[in-house]
């Protein structure tokens, strides 16, 4: 168990549907990331907060919502997405912003129908 | 925009002998490099981090080098076993960046 705590572990939706991702800490850690893995490519960067505060949106289309609450919770909403969103989504903890390491859970696969 | 370069086909060796993946990059210079282990339907997993400045850093079996002429990084798994099947993502931050970038790893078997 490293820490870190993603819901659901398996999401399956239709393009019309509206769901959310959850990612819980228990690090006491200052900042959480939202990545993207798709099949044979790297994780690319999604969210960052820093503080609760995001600090960095990677040209991610608007139909992914991030929220954080409070520095131990993330969200990511979803809503109209296309077939192509398919792909484990990861939430990360670190420290703090930067070059520390990151602490992952263990993601959520999503297939969009 | 930086590019990291793992071997995609898999490498496959037998119990007992090291594994040695590669991890090439291309543009800028990193200041820190970062290995992490990744089971099948799991997060990555932190192992080492080497800076510029080192040239080698070991953890029990596991050992990183760094070379920054050359544009590489290697990882090594010594006294391999096969609970060290995984695969193996490297990830870079430039300096005075904040970002990791990530390569998108190299699938390790070790068979009996």
């Known amino acids: 168990e490293t820490g870190v705590t993603q819901t659901p572990r398996h999401l399956v939706m239709g393009m019309t549907n509206k769901k959310s991702l959850k990612c819980e800490q228990h690090l006491g850690h200052n900042a959480m990331y939202w990545y993207k893995q798709s099949a044979k490519k790297p994780l690319e960067l999604m969210f960052v907060y820093s503080l609760e505060e995001r600090v960095e949106n990677n040209s991610v289309p608007s139909r992914f919502s991030p929220e954080c609450p409070n520095s131990s919770h993330l969200f990511l909403h979803l809503h109209t997405l296309q077939p192509e969103d398919s792909a484990l989504y990861l939430c990360?903890?670190?420290?703090?912003?930067?070059?520390?390491?990151?602490?992952f859970g263990s993601g959520t696969q999503l297939s969009v129908l | 925009s930086q590019k990291i370069e793992q071997n995609s086909e898999a490498l496959n060796i037998q119990e007992g002998k090291t594994a040695t993946l590669t991890c090439n990059y291309t543009?800028?210079?990193?200041?820190?490099l970062q290995w992490y282990r990744q089971d099948p339907g799991r997060g990555p997993v932190f192992l080492l981090l080497i800076r510029e400045n080192e040239k080698e850093k070991r953890k029990e079996r596991l050992k990183v080098t760094f070379d920054t002429t050359l544009k590489q990084s290697l990882f090594h798994i010594t006294a391999s076993q096969p609970a060290d099947s995984a695969t193996y993502l490297c990830?870079?931050?430039?300096?005075?960046?904040?970002?990791?970038?990530f390569g998108t790893g190299t699938q390790l078997k070790v068979e009996l």
């Open positions: 990360a903890s670190s420290q703090k912003q930067g070059i520390e390491k990151l602490f």
């Open positions: 990830a870079l931050v430039r300096g005075g960046g904040n970002k990791l970038t």
């Open positions: 543009n800028y210079s990193p200041a820190y």
